[in-house]
Antibody, heavy 119, light 110 residues
Framework: QITLKESGPTLVKPTQTLTLTCTFS??????????VGWIRQPPGKALEWLAL???????RYSPSLRNRLSIAKDTSKNQVVLTMTDMDTVDTATYYC???????????WGQGTLVTVSS | QSVLTQPPSASGTPGQRVTISCSGG????????VNWYQQLPGTAPKLLIY???QRPSGVPDRFSGSKSGTSASLAISGLLFEDEGDYYC???????????FGGGTKLAVL
């Protein structure tokens, strides 16, 4: 059974750095084409892809946020960590992590975690 | 502004058939397959259709997808009240080097 769960702060102040952890189980992130991605959704708005970590340690970022994002895998744990710097109120959103299956789609999603940016 | 274009809303009555369109370009839908995600109120998105027209295990055959050129469509037949929610199309984009999503379509079952 594949599961993913996001964890991290629910409230951050403007200009702070956000660190979110995706803890997954049921897959190893070693199959060719497999990945773990981060997607966010501001309240009442659409989904926006942020970053992807691939089975071969390749990393991809949304061009519009590339300068603020970093994604990495904890080599000793089934965890993928997303870091976003210089947070702003417009970054208030529910942040989801999801598995990118070998077919290229996000086939399993975490429940999401709401992050509010406010002073 | 989302890369893929969807109508903001759609509606139907129970038992009806509705379709939701998704328009993109040569770097995304025109060059890659389309996936559809269903997001019911207060829940995380769920993969509904992948590779243009394939249903994951457990998805009823009331849901179907198609693609032509740089556009795609999701059709829902035999509409149920439980189908109310938001529907998003997505596709890989070669210029972004990542997935792009549509703006979402809110489906109301009246």
């Amino acid at each position: 059974q594949i599961t993913l769960k996001e964890s991290g702060p629910t409230l951050v102040k403007p200009t702070q750095t956000l660190t979110l952890t995706c803890t997954f189980s049921g897959f190893s992130l070693k199959a060719r084409g497999e990945g773990v991605g981060w997607i966010r959704q501001p309240p009442g708005k659409a989904l926006e892809w942020l970053a992807l970590f691939y089975w071969d340690f390749d990393k991809r970022y949304s061009p519009s946020l590339r300068n603020r994002l970093s994604i990495a895998k904890d080599t000793s744990k089934n965890q993928v960590v997303l870091t976003m710097t210089d947070m702003d109120t417009v970054d208030t959103a529910t942040y989801y992590c999801a598995r990118r299956g070998t077919g290229g789609n996000f086939d399993y999603w975490g429940q999401g975690t709401l992050v509010t940016v406010s002073s | 502004q989302s890369v893929l274009t969807q109508p903001p809303s759609a509606s139907g009555t129970p038992g009806q058939r509705v379709t939701i369109s998704c328009s993109g370009g040569s770097t995304n839908i025109g060059d890659n397959t389309v996936n559809w995600y269903q997001q019911l109120p207060g829940t995380a998105p769920k993969l509904l259709i992948y590779s243009n027209n394939q249903r994951p295990s457990g998805v009823p055959d009331r849901f179907s997808g198609s693609k032509s050129g740089t556009s795609a469509s999701l059709a829902i037949s035999g509409l149920l009240f439980e189908d109310e929610g938001d529907y998003y199309c997505a596709a890989w984009d070669v210029s972004v080097r990542g997935p792009v999503f549509g703006g979402g379509t809110k489906l109301a079952v009246l």
